[in-house]
């Protein structure tokens, strides 16, 4: 979600009437940063209401299927990850070199998406699912819907973002954090039911 739809929903009175911070980096084609699991929320359900579809937050595991994009390797592509297929801090490479670190998100769709048509599943924000926060996958569900036990006041955050080290960007990485935190690397992107 980038911060020129995060900024229609504010506009319609939607998303808590919260103008996130850009931190100088630049909003339209950027990717909202520093909003929380619930601002997310927020926007999923102003998204369904506006359109009559019922848009929300992926899943762990679809976040993690839609990432690889059919392929078996960390990421959504074959090769190293470089500065030239994501935005990370190419100061800590994964298999790579060093590289430059661009110390802030880039417009969405900066780089070639993956092969089923998505951008940005690697790097430039973290991306907020709809899974509460386990350790581990132990005792999930284990058919592809949100994990409702464990700490649910956690939510799992996935693909790494502009300031994180390669080995972060990985598909199968995650981390977890309080649903209320606003940081400056944390985004969302959304999923839609099919009708």
Request: with cysteine; proline share 5%; hydrophobic share 30%.
């Amino acid at each position: 979600v980038t911060f020129a739809q995060w900024d229609a929903c504010v506009s319609d009175g939607g998303c808590k009437s919260y103008r996130a911070p850009d931190h100088g980096w630049g909003r339209d084609k950027h990717p909202v940063v520093s909003v929380s699991y619930e601002d997310a929320q927020a926007y999923t359900a102003w998204l369904s209401n506006k359109t009559g579809r019922n848009y929300r937050l992926p899943t762990e595991a679809e976040w993690e299927y839609a990432a690889r994009g059919g392929t078996t390797s960390p990421f959504g592509f074959e090769g190293t990850l470089t500065i030239a297929r994501a935005n990370f801090n190419g100061q800590f490479p994964y298999g790579g070199k060093k590289e430059t670190f661009r110390k802030r998100t880039v417009p969405v769709a900066s780089f070639a998406p993956n092969a089923f048509g998505l951008f940005d599943m690697h790097g430039n924000a973290w991306e907020w699912t709809s899974d509460c926060w386990s350790p581990s996958h132990t005792g999930g569900a284990g058919d592809g819907s949100p994990r409702s036990n464990g700490d649910c006041n956690r939510r799992v955050l996935k693909g790494g973002a502009w300031n994180s080290g390669g080995w972060r960007l990985r598909s199968g990485h995650r981390i977890g954090k309080a649903k209320t935190v606003r940081e400056f690397d944390n985004g969302f992107r959304v999923a839609r039911d099919l009708d």
